[in-house]
């Protein structure tokens, strides 16, 4: 998996060292490297930018997402746990600075909970309408492993997603935006991480 090191220069000029990393996709692939970057690496500050479906009518399309918190069925670190349902969170002093960051740019910006899926093809809408009727913003494949391995080797984790689809609406970003439209997603996730 690729991972790019280099430096991010803030708006004062300032440069900060910033590593970009692949993930994969999914929970599974995302727990071997954020183990490893933090493990092996001594990463401390872990934030997830990605892409992601809404399911709320007042999220759109490029909002984007702070994942407060990420519900799940299942994940790699679910036999750990067994019985009990481990809530996992973001880092409130990231969430805080990202939530911040997004404000100063009048960014359409939403926090709450998520739900990270198992499946990219969904074959169970019972669940996203309880998922809607509860106030799940979006969903998305990886935060939830993210924040529980944050919480396990106490460092600091957050999500921070753009609407891509809409699972109500049926709207979607074609590719090209997709690959060419998200840069206020990343300009967030890095004043909050040097924040």
Excluded at 75 to 92: H, K, Q, Y
Excluded at 132 to 161: D, F, K, P, Q, S
Excluded at 171 to 180: F, I, K, T, V, Y
Aim: hydrophobic letters at 45%; charged letters at 20%; one cysteine or more.
């Amino acid at each position: 998996m690729l991972g790019f090191t280099g430096v991010w220069k803030d708006g004062a000029g300032k440069g900060h060292p910033v590593t970009i990393h692949g993930s994969g996709m999914g929970m599974p692939s995302l727990s071997i490297y954020a183990n490893e970057l933090i493990r092996d690496y001594g990463a401390k500050t872990l934030i997830r930018i990605g892409s992601a479906g809404a399911m709320q009518d007042r999220v759109k399309l490029r909002d984007i997402v702070l994942a407060q918190t990420a519900s799940t069925l299942s994940t790699p670190s679910r036999g750990m746990f067994r019985e009990l349902n481990f809530a996992p969170c973001a880092d409130f002093g990231l969430l805080r600075a990202a939530h911040a960051a997004a404000m100063a740019r009048d960014i359409p910006t939403h926090v709450g909970g998520i739900y990270s899926s198992d499946v990219f093809y969904d074959e169970r809408p019972d669940l996203n309408d309880q998922l809607t009727r509860h106030g799940v913003l979006a969903v998305e494949m990886e935060a939830a492993e993210l924040y529980i391995l944050a919480a396990r080797y106490g460092v600091r984790a957050l999500a921070v997603l753009t609407i891509s689809d809409h699972l109500l609406t049926h709207e979607a970003l074609p590719a090209s935006d997709r690959q060419s439209s998200f840069g206020d997603m990343v300009q967030v996730a890095l004043h909050a991480a040097f924040a």
